[in-house]
Nanobody
Framework: QVQLVESGGGLVQAGGSLRLSCEAS????????MGWYRQAPGSQRERVAA???????NYADSVKGRFIISRDNTKNMVYLQMNSLKPEDTAVYFC???????WGQGTQVTVSS
């Protein structure tokens, strides 16, 4: 099994920045792709960013150029640096491992206008 623990969410004004962190179980972290997803009220969960074990990244068009996903395999952690935040970024953000498929508990990000 894999356990994921997220942190770093909060309330921020538009244009500000937040850094989300996710700590994963060491047993499978280095061999699984990681992702950040978000779900806004009334919307389906969507993938924001993903990163392979080797460090290749992919971003949703809505966050490209503003968000950066990274991982530290020595610490079993994945990060999401969120810059130039917009009110439409408001959502619960979830950490995810691709295989096995697992989810963290989510952390709330609220961006005020």
């Amino acid at each position: 099994q894999v356990q994921l623990v997220e942190s770093g969410g909060g309330l921020v004004q538009a244009g500000g920045s937040l850094r989300l962190s996710c700590e994963a179980s060491a047993s499978i972290f280095r061999i699984t792709a990681m992702g950040w997803y978000r779900q806004a009220p009334g919307s389906q969960r969507e993938r924001v960013a993903a990163i392979t074990p080797g460090g290749f990244t992919n971003y949703a068009d809505s966050v490209k150029g503003r968000f950066i996903i990274s991982r530290d395999n020595t610490k079993n952690m994945v990060y999401l640096q969120m810059n130039s935040l917009k009110p439409e970024d408001t959502a619960v953000y979830f950490c995810n491992t691709l295989n096995p498929n697992a989810w963290g508990q989510g952390t709330q990000v609220t961006v005020s206008s």
